[in-house]
């Protein structure tokens, strides 16, 4: 895709040019990544559960699932964990402003008290949050070359080429979405919950990862403002 800037780059301009070379995403469009070898990717968000809090049998009843679900693995998959500071710069803001709108004494001084713990609390010690990723691929190894007649038949009806090609992305989504399926359905029994991200979503969850300064005062995307229900 053509950069929209003039031929005269400044330093920065040039630097962002060249800094896009090494990224693999050709574009992202109907919830999944594609790669610039063709290939496909979509991306799972999963919660995490706390294994020490469960009990014994609720333990190994999860090692099964987990188990089960690897056992039925006959494609890779890739697991990714975002570590990220929390700004709470907002939620610092909300306090500040109850606590000036409240007209109980009492609240209001409770509500002061808790603004300078949670204040003093994050200047002692960062506060992380972490992120779970699935990503699924699907590569198109059986997609056929096109031949000389091949590209004769695209000249000739160039139309029709852009029908066939748009058929066959439709079909290898298709495909790739029953694997997103499996896997939902896999580790359903863990007790995770879990939700492919859209577009938008994975927009914003590429646009972090490549500008980590600028999304730590950025919306993050929550995973329990997304919808769980997708299975």
């Given at each position: 895709m053509e950069l929209l800037h003039s031929?005269?780059?400044?330093k920065n301009e040039g630097m962002g040019k060249s800094a896009q070379e090494f990224v693999d995403i050709a574009e992202i469009k109907d919830n999944i990544v594609v790669l610039k070898n063709g290939t496909l990717r979509a991306v799972i968000m999963v919660s995490s559960i706390n294994f020490d809090l469960k009990s014994t049998q609720e333990q190994e009843a999860i090692i099964v699932a987990y188990q089960g679900f690897l056992n039925s693995l006959?494609?890779?998959?890739?697991?990714?964990?975002s570590t990220r500071k929390i700004d709470i710069n907002p939620y610092i803001d909300m306090l500040d402003e109850k606590e000036k709108t409240q007209p109980n004494e009492l609240l209001r001084f409770q509500i002061s008290e808790y603004r300078g713990f949670i204040k003093n609390l994050v200047g002692a010690a960062n506060i992380m949050t972490k992120s779970f990723y699935i990503v699924v691929p699907f590569a198109l190894t059986e997609a056929k070359k096109e031949g000389f007649l091949d590209?004769?038949?695209i000249?000739?009806?160039?139309k029709q080429a852009i029908l066939e090609r748009q058929m066959e992305f439709e079909n290898y989504k298709n495909q790739l979405w029953q694997r997103v399926d499996h896997i939902m359905a896999g580790l359903s029994g863990t007790g995770i919950k879990m939700a492919p991200l859209k577009t938008e979503e994975l927009i914003?969850?590429?646009y972090n990862a490549y500008n980590p300064k600028v999304s730590e005062s950025a919306e993050k995307i929550e995973a329990e403002k997304l919808q769980f229900d997708r299975i």
């Open positions: 031929k005269t780059l400044t006959d494609f890779p998959i890739q697991i990714i964990i590209r004769i038949q000249a000739l009806n160039p914003e969850l590429f």
